[in-house]
């Protein structure tokens, strides 16, 4: 089986910056293109940044400048470094992970169970 386990939540000032972490683990050959989504209430989950195994990074267009993406892969981890947080920025972050799995090898789509990212204004 596998498990993604993010950390780094938290409440913050507008302005202000956070790093989330997502750490793979379980029957892993390897993983392909990484990302973070976000859930506001009242609102659908949306992909926030990815990337992919060689490095090519992706970002919505609301947080482009401000977030960065970046993965090790020796780690099976993946970051996200968010600066000059807004309050819309408010939301469940869940980490998502195209995963190759070791036996029986095969590919499988996983997600966190999220962590809670609050800017106060």
């Known amino acids: 089986q596998v498990r993604l386990v993010e950390s780094g939540g938290g409440l913050v000032q507008a302005g202000g910056s956070l790093r989330l972490s997502c750490a793979a683990s379980g029957n892993i050959y390897s993983i392909n293109t990484m990302g973070w989504y976000r859930q506001a209430p009242g609102k659908q989950r949306e992909l926030v940044a990815s990337i992919s195994s060689g490095g090519t990074t992706n970002y919505a267009d609301a947080v482009g400048g401000r977030f960065t993406i970046s993965r090790d892969n020796a780690k099976n981890t993946v970051y996200l470094q968010m600066n000059s947080l807004k309050p819309e920025d408010t939301a469940v972050y869940y980490c998502?992970?195209?995963?190759?799995?070791?036996?029986?090898?095969?590919?499988?789509?996983?997600w966190g169970q999220g962590t809670q990212v609050t800017v106060s204004s």
């Open positions: 998502n992970a195209d995963v190759v799995v070791r036996f029986p090898r095969y590919t499988n789509n996983y």
